[in-house]
């Protein structure tokens, strides 16, 4: 059976929807869209505190991440702009390159650096991304086991709880540059110093937010968390009742939100620097794109395309680059639930929610001023649970001790490492496992009974034979070459064996090392008088052995083709042609 080809990459997949629009489709797309953007506006302000950044950062995000994902993209669910694991790993990457090369740099003109640092990283994740839709790199992914994936947003959810503690309570933050576990130190150090003011301002919007999503499910939660949360911290200001609650005021706000455009430049020097940290953003919005595609298509029974899903997804963030100050995009999974939860019926709900959030954005800017940072902390702090599945990591660690293992080992790694070094740790580990899984091949001894039928042999029998007839099963490559030799060796070393016949039925693949292995096993029993015939050779291996000289050097009357009809047909003449081989000898 052939597997279905990878579709091409559209240029303009939103062209054959426009075509195919309906006006009976409009309400609700439009009613779809309204409340997504009701949803996107908190959360995008949220995420750019969480990146460090002012505001606008994650709403240029939103608002032009949405409307070029979606049209570029092929799912008709999917909504994307900044995320948590996006926003965290931007913080670290920019505070890691002005610790490395801006040090002494004057606050006045970080700004300006931070933007410039920002553009460069947003450019070099759209690009990555591109060349991952167009070469199919994502298929990469396939090696990241699922208990890496939980391990690193595990990670991610006890770093964003830590960060946000620290303007939940308005005790000073240590910076978010340093390991969790320091972080988590230096809270519970300073814990004295917390500000009774922002903590009930904080506190108070957490219990609104999470009393809302218990008894008011429909409801815009997150905006009107905000709302109150403000409305109670001008409340104490006003009747001077503590300390002043801090606001987004205290950063510097422009004037008005409107976008400006720059080329962005790549500096090679920074561009070393943030490298690594781009390509770990690249991949972790690629999985979240996928997961989310993939997650929704069963859903709605959407056939997606998820190179084309990345495809949008990198137009999106090489498009961010030109606006100064955004952050990048990527799935999110809590606005696409809505979006979907509302029966969008097309891509164009979430292109109109970018366009809604835009305007409300326009509108209400002055109002963002007042927003407080506790209440911004508490709305991350209430989200962090969407990142993990708790029955997931529960299943992992009934399943195997290897897959809990993983799973505590990339946790860790976020703990002790920033979150872009734990996210590589991770992939390494995964990628380590399987290669582990994949190296031994499965070796089975045959024999035939009575009845001419080829039945495995039972490793305890102590019965000498001078034909053995080994079977292997598994891809066999480099890293299974010595397991491989030390097993046969073994075989080889029995005085009773005259010859032995390799069975190949199960083999799809080889490569080199695998070849010189076979080669060197032929060559030592030829050194002994003894010989070695192949069975069910596939025309995949049989191409590898005719182009490594295997054919010339085993000769081609020791190598038998399978028969899928007859699959012992091909080791019953194996056998015999090495029972004819002792005997001529």
């Known amino acids: 059976m052939r597997l279905p080809k990878q579709r091409s990459i559209s240029f303009a997949p939103f062209w054959e929807d426009l075509k195919n629009y309906k006006f009976s489709f409009l309400r609700d797309d439009v009613m779809a869209a309204i409340a997504v953007a009701l949803m996107t506006i908190p959360q995008s302000i949220a995420y750019s505190l969480l990146a460090g950044l002012p505001p ?9 991440g949405t409307i070029f994902t979606a049209s570029f993209g092929s799912s008709r669910t999917l909504v994307a702009g900044p995320s948590t694991g996006t926003a965290i790993l931007i913080q670290t990457s920019v505070a890691d390159v002005l610790s490395s090369y801006f040090e002494n740099v004057p606050a006045i ?6 933007n410039m640092i920002l553009m460069e990283i947003v450019l070099v994740i759209g690009l990555i991304q591109i060349g991952a839709a167009f070469f199919n ?22 770093a964003i709880a830590i960060s946000q503690l620290f303007a939940f309570t308005g005790i000073p933050s240590p ?4 390991p969790l576990l320091f972080q988590a130190g230096a809270f519970f150090l300073h814990l004295h110093e917390f500000q009774w003011t922002t903590l009930l301002v904080g506190a108070s919007s957490l219990a609104l937010l999470i009393g809302m999503r218990h008894y008011f499910k429909n409801w815009p939660h997150a905006l009107i968390m905000l709302i109150f949360g403000s409305l109670l911290a001008d409340a104490l200001v006003y009747w001077s009742i503590g300390e002043p609650v801090r606001i987004l005021s205290h950063f510097q706000l422009p004037q008005q939100p409107f976008p400006e455009f720059s080329f962005p430049v790549l500096h090679l020097k920074i561009l070393n620097k943030i490298f690594p940290a781009a390509v770990a953003i690249a991949f972790l919005g690629i999985l979240e794109v996928f997961s989310i595609s993939r997650s929704f298509s069963l859903k709605t029974g959407q056939k997606v395309q998820i190179n084309q899903d990345i495809f949008g997804l990198g137009v999106s963030n090489t498009l961010l680059s030109s606006i100064v100050g ?26 109109f929610s ?5 305007g409300i954005v326009v509108f ?19 989200s962090v649970h969407t990142l993990v599945d708790g029955k997931e990591i529960r299943l992992i660690f009934r399943a195997t001790r290897e897959d809990a293992s993983v799973f505590f080992l990339t946790f860790l790694a976020c703990l002790l490492f920033s979150l872009d070094i734990a996210f590589y740790i991770g992939i390494v580990i995964s990628i380590g496992t399987y290669l582990k899984r994949s190296s031994t091949p499965h070796l089975v001894e045959y024999a035939f009974n009575s009845k001419g039928r080829l039945v495995i042999v039972n490793v305890r029998d102590d019965v000498h034979r001078k034909v053995r007839i080994i079977g292997i099963g598994g891809e066999l490559y480099f890293a299974a070459a010595d397991v491989f030799q030390s097993a046969l060796q073994e075989v080889a070393e029995d005085p009773h064996v005259q010859a032995i016949v390799l069975r190949l039925n199960n083999v799809h693949h080889m490569d080199a090392s695998m070849c010189l292995a ?15 015939v192949i069975s069910g050779l596939t025309e995949e291996v049989w191409h590898v052995f005719h182009r490594a000289g295997l054919v010339k050097a085993i000769g081609f009357d020791n190598l038998y083709f399978t028969d899928e009809s007859n699959p012992q047909f091909s080791t019953w003449k194996a056998a015999l042609r090495a029972q004819d081989l002792i005997h001529r000898a």
């Open 56 to 64: 606008t950062a994650g709403l240029f995000s939103a608002i032009f």
């Open 109 to 114: 003109e970080q700004e300006g650096l931070i």
């Open 137 to 158: 790199v994502s298929k990469l992914l396939q090696f990241v086991g699922r208990p890496v994936v939980l391990g690193y947003f595990a990670g991610i959810t006890v």
């Open 175 to 178: 910076g978010n540059d340093e």
């Open 326 to 351: 955004a952050m990048p995009s990527s799935g999110s999974v809590s606005r696409t639930a809505l979006n979907f939860r509302l029966q969008s019926k097309t891509r164009f709900a979430a292109i």
């Open 354 to 358: 970018g366009f809604v959030s835009g």
């Open 364 to 382: 209400c800017w002055p109002l963002v001023a007042h927003i407080p940072l506790a209440t911004l902390a508490a709305l991350l702090i209430a």
């Open 518 to 532: 076979i080669l060197h096993l032929h060559d030592s029993l030829r050194a002994k008088g003894r010989y070695l």
